[in-house]
């Protein structure tokens, strides 16, 4: 599992236990600690038109990447008509170097299950699942441990806390690749079909599994509302930014360390670069600070003079980056940025699945542009190329992959256009990465010419 990091004290802790539990599958130890006390309140005092209300007033934004409000989808779903629901844990955890979902899903199983249980009892729906990596076994075994501990105890099952409604729950492994993740895709997997995003609308709450209303939320969304529920809508809408409350969690990875942590949204990326690199001061440093990609491999680079930028969903998209995956790179002045916005071009256009035309030919298209300026072979007009490629992918996909998989080339155009035209015009990489271009005389390479 990945290192947890320490965070400062006063950084509230809502999806992570302080401390986490020798076997957090034991179920009467999480009882003490407050696992499905919301639930009890929910089923016993509240309508589950109540418990929507609660959600939306509380601000919660889907984890999943995109923000969209948590609140206001169960009401979509819970007004749908028909009487038989679903809720979908996305659990899927789609970038494959961030292990946020499957930390959670590891360390707070409870947590999940109790937030699924309350999506389920706000919307009406009798059926819930866990969907999730086939390969992360332990979050697996830990999901069926807890799930079925917490159905001996009546916390799920037949009758709910002597409610009268029933509610199963079934953990589901999937197998595929990064689009898998996307909620549609998602969706034909737990029907054992192979998917590709689909049209929308009508969206999964409207029209999703077998057919039928369906709330597909991120497994960190649904273990924000037990909190929510017990603390109150207004005590979380407190927490973290105005328009983006709460706190996620983040990966970060960097030449001085690695881990993940729980953040109040809104923390300036700064604060949280420090969790992993405090000594990063900028002058004294031997490696000074380049970049940080934000969102993961379709993320975008933002450069050291943005650091004060805050981490929400607002602000970062303003910026061409997003919070996509939680996962954050710090680059030191070894990395080009030429040769990262590359290989992370080429990752996504791999992942396109080719539904629709300018997302499968125009992220190719954008990466072998970029391919041909790293490697010392551009054309005089591939920068604008680039700015026309990707005002044509943006917008004309099914799924906002095409979107997100030209934030590495756009945000390297934006911020660090000298670099991109050290490539382009005088086919020299300053960074002494990208071969066989020549490396920059001045440029003091970390790695030889
Ligand atoms: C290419 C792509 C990959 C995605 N991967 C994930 C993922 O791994 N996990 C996830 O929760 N959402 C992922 N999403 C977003 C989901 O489609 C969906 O919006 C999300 O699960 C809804 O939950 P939320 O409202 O709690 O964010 C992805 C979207 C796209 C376009
Ligand atoms: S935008 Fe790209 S990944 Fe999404 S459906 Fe269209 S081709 Fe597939």
Redesign the pocket.
Known sequence: MTALLKTPAVWPRILLPETPAADPTDLDSAVRAGAFEALKTAVRAMTPGQVATAVAGSGLR?????G?P?GA?WRAAAAAPGAVKYVVA?G???DPAVQTDRTLLELAPYAVIEGLALAAYAIGASEAYIALRAEATEAIRRLEAAVAAAEEAGFLGPDVLDSGWDLTVIVRPVQGA??L???TVLLKAIEGKRGQPEQRPPHPAERGLFGRPTV???VQ?LASVPWIVRHGAAAYAAIGSKASPGTILIQLRGPSGAGIAEVPLGTRLRDLIRLVDGRRGGKADPAPLKAVLVGGPSGGFLPADLLDTAYDFETLRAVDAHIGSGSIVIADDRACIVDLARLLTRFCADQACGKTIPCRIGTRRLSEVIDRIAIGTPKPTDALLIADLSSDIVGSGL???ERLATLPVTSAMRYFRAELDDHLLRSTCPAGVCQPIAVAAAAGSHRGA
Request: proline residues 0%; hydrophobic residues 20%; glycine residues 20%.
């Open positions: 889907g984890r999943g990447g995109a969209f948590t989808k996305n899927y955890g789609a990064y689009l993740g996307e909620e597909v939320d991120n969304t799924c906002d992959h």
